[in-house]
């Protein structure tokens, strides 16, 4: 148990446009889900943190403007990178949690953007 | 702010040999939890290794286990008899109790390589 979809795996766009990721919790519900950057022989990065129903909380230094997150029902965040940049290529992934502490965090395969 | 420190960038070991990788961390608080995550280059999250700071015993699942430290803020993982597919990104990472404060800090990951 304890499923989460990240769709797509990967996904290229061109400068100035828009790119919806999905995180979805398959098997259970999901209060609070995360979003993670990590580039190249790095570390994650945390993003923001969203829970069902309310406005993300986002790490300083993260555009809210930029990485639109949206967690509407219990079972389903999505980010969405608004007018991305070459620099926005980076891999997002997500994770999920039931409730406060619940533990471990559930992982999702991971998102590759590539901004042409 | 906590923070999780991974000392070793890269580590290399003989297969059939056993290796053990550090992690130590920071932090003012007595209750959290600790992960050991693998990352394949399929990039997936892994869970290795779970330690509650309440717990005196040293987590084991198989051939890996820790030697948790509270009063150092250590928090190192061992693998025996490693094996050609253990080779990936290795990530320590933190997860407090306290209310508001639930995410996961990783460190700056470990990169195992199993030699034939």
């Known amino acids: 148990g304890a499923v989460v979809s990240q769709h797509p795996s990967w996904v290229i766009c061109k400068s100035g446009t828009s790119v919806k990721i999905e995180c979805r919790s398959l098997?259970?519900?999901?209060?609070?889900m995360f979003w993670y950057r990590q580039f190249p022989k790095q570390s994650l990065m945390l993003m923001a943190t969203?829970?069902?129903?309310?406005?993300?909380?986002?790490e300083q230094g993260v555009e809210k403007d930029k990485f639109l997150i949206n967690h509407a029902s219990l079972t389903l965040s999505t980010l969405t990178v608004t007018s991305a940049h070459p620099e926005d290529s980076s891999f997002y992934i997500c994770?999920?949690?039931?409730?406060?502490?619940?533990?471990?965090?559930?992982f999702g395969n991971g998102t590759r953007l590539t901004v042409t | 702010a906590q923070t999780v420190t991974q000392s070793q960038p890269e580590m290399s070991v003989q297969e059939a040999e056993t290796v053990t990788l550090s992690c130590t961390y920071d932090?003012?608080?007595?209750?959290?939890?600790l992960f050991w995550y693998k990352q394949p280059p399929s990039r997936q999250m892994i869970l290795v290794i779970r330690?509650?700071?309440?717990?005196?015993q040293n987590a084991t699942e198989n051939r890996f286990s820790v030697n948790f430290q509270k009063a150092a803020k250590s928090f190192s993982l061992k693998i025996s008899d490693s094996q050609l597919g253990d080779a990936a990104m290795y990530f320590c990472?933190?997860?407090?109790?306290?209310?508001?404060?639930?995410?996961?800090?990783f460190g700056q990951g470990t990169r195992l390589t199993i030699n034939p």
């Open positions: 990472a933190y997860y407090p109790f306290l209310q508001g404060a639930q995410k996961l800090v």
């Open positions: 330690q509650e700071a309440y717990k005196q």
């Open positions: 932090t003012s608080e007595s209750d959290y939890y």
């Open positions: 994770s999920a949690r039931r409730s406060f502490g619940d533990s471990p965090l559930h």
């Open positions: 969203s829970n069902e129903g309310s406005k993300a909380t986002y």
């Open positions: 098997d259970f519900q999901a209060t609070t």
